[in-house]
């Protein structure tokens, strides 16, 4: 099924193609290794140092928002354990600002920690360090964790002082580190780090300031992206979460009550390069589009307020193309990125898993070389929704000469729908001439269905299973392997047939 819809930038109008996903499409390798939300590190984050007799966790079982938070846990270690940023003066704004009173901290939670202190050892610590253009130090704001009790019970601001942060020049590269020196004891989370302006001025972006989505994703989430760590409007329950999962394990989740006030909001993809196996992808004569699209599924829906209010009762993505991937590197200017595109969602309460695509053309621009993908959320949008699988992929207009691109590996793809009734799709890649040999077997080993057995040039293909045997019968519900071998590439993935 087609859908046309109206996309909406933020400087006009123009139509554009939805498609609900009800087949496979043979469609180039991914530009960017975000998909799900399987990652086991926060974005953003990085382990410093874990010494023995330590443990650094991205924990679920203590958080302020999101879900999770930044874990320490030790006894007396040989060095400090260190959660440590990349650089937080990134993507939205380059630098932070000289000549700011900058308030920085973070939301910390103590259990069981060494009491009264008497030596930077043995010290539970945050520190900003800020550096300029050319990597130089420009200076470093600590803050001594409360140690006055064992345990504080829940989590509390640590903050600088007034006046304590004011850059004599920009930052460029800012580093945020979690500190438990190497005598200190007990347990420690960290969480809504912060880093704004005071009184309202201006002092540049900090991202994932909360820290509960995996590397690869960003956020923004009001009031004002989480800066002053604070999450509001319900966002605060934005988690990635195992409740559900179109693969995997995990997903992300809003939960938006009908009761919130109206405000936008977006987890997305840091910025990815446009390259496929030939190299960069260029828009223009050879005609490139990118095909983005994601998995939904929802409950808790009020279907009137679509109808009530169309463009800001939604969801959807927005999309934009830029100059490079660096943090100074600006949107492309052409054809008025970035631009919002708003799903059609069934008229009912809930539903299952739905597949959503757009195809964006490359714009004719060679400083076009970069792309991002948001997950949005529109102001008056409420209820629960899930988002799983996001793919950008290049693809070629189908009345253009020569519209194909040669995959740069083997690569098979997990079936979707997955689990599936009565069938499911299987995309390849083949990036030589080869024999390809697609079997299915039940999961004690016996072969139930050949679906491919035939030499290949070259491309992107899909098979569909019919839950059905080699004799024509069908299939018992249960768990199934489908295995592919292409030259010297062997692959295998489990998928579930229900009934």
Avoid: C
Avoid at 372 to 389: A, E, K, N, P, Q
Avoid at 435 to 461: N, Q
């Amino acid at each position: 099924m087609i859908r046309v819809l109206i996309q909406k930038s933020f400087w006009g109008t123009l139509p554009i193609l939805l498609f609900i996903l009800a087949f496979a499409s043979n469609v180039a390798a991914q530009i960017s290794s975000i998909g799900g939300f399987e990652g086991d590190m926060p974005s953003y984050w990085m382990k410093g140092t874990e010494p023995s007799g330590s443990t650094l966790e991205w924990a679920t079982d203590q958080s302020r928002s999101m879900g999770k938070s930044l874990k320490i846990t030790k006894g007396a270690t040989t060095e400090a354990a260190v959660w440590e940023s990349e650089n937080m003066a990134d993507f939205w704004s380059p630098q932070h600002y000289k000549d700011v009173d900058i308030k920085i901290g973070a939301w910390v939670r103590t259990e069981g920690v060494n009491t009264d202190p008497q030596t930077e050892d043995e010290k539970w610590k945050i520190s900003y360090t800020f550096y300029d253009s050319s990597g130089a130090l420009i200076g470093e704001t600590v803050m001594d964790i409360d140690q006055n009790t064992a345990s504080s019970g829940e989590f509390y601001a640590d903050t600088n002082g007034v006046g304590a942060t004011i850059l004599p020049e920009d930052s460029w590269t800012t580093i945020i580190k979690f500190i438990g020196g190497k005598d200190a004891t007990g347990t420690v989370w960290a969480d809504d780090f912060m880093l704004y302006g005071r009184g309202g001025a201006w002092a540049g972006q900090d991202w994932n300031t909360a820290v509960g989505v995996p590397t690869g994703w960003i956020y923004w989430l009001p009031p004002i992206g989480g800066n002053d760590g604070e999450i509001t409007n319900g966002f605060e329950n934005t988690t990635v979460t195992t409740d559900e999962a179109h693969s995997g394990t995990h997903s992300l989740k809003f939960d938006l009550p009908f009761t919130r006030e109206p405000h936008d909001a977006f987890v997305g993809t840091k910025r990815m390069m446009m390259l496929n196996g030939a190299g960069l992808i260029r828009g223009g004569g050879t005609k490139v589009v990118m095909r983005v699209s994601v998995w939904l599924k929802a409950s808790d829906l009020v279907p009137d307020s679509a109808a009530l209010w169309p463009e800001t009762w939604a969801v959807g993505f927005t999309y934009g193309f830029w100059k490079g991937v660096g943090n100074n590197d600006g949107w492309n200017s052409i054809d008025g990125y970035p631009q919002d595109v708003q799903f059609v969602l069934p008229a009912v309460t809930e539903f299952d898993w739905i597949g959503y695509s757009i195809d964006v053309p490359v714009p004719d621009d060679p400083e076009a070389v970069a792309m991002s993908v948001r997950l949005h959320v529109y102001s008056r949008f409420t209820g629960t929704i899930y988002w799983d699988d996001l793919e950008v992929r290049p693809v070629t207009v189908t009345d253009v000469e020569n519209d194909s691109f040669i995959p740069a590996v083997f690569e098979v793809s997990q079936n979707y729908p997955n689990p599936f009734n009565p069938s499911t799709i299987i995309n390849y890649s083949i990036p030589q001439q080869s024999y390809v040999l697609i079997k299915i077997y039940d999961i004690v080993g016996r072969e139930v269905k050949t679906l491919v057995s035939e030499e290949k040039s070259p491309g992107y293909y899909n098979v569909v299973w019919n839950a059905d045997n080699n004799y024509g019968s069908k299939v018992a519900t249960g768990i199934y392997i489908y295995r592919i071998i292409a030259g010297n590439y062997i692959q295998s993935k489990k998928m579930i047939l229900l009934k």
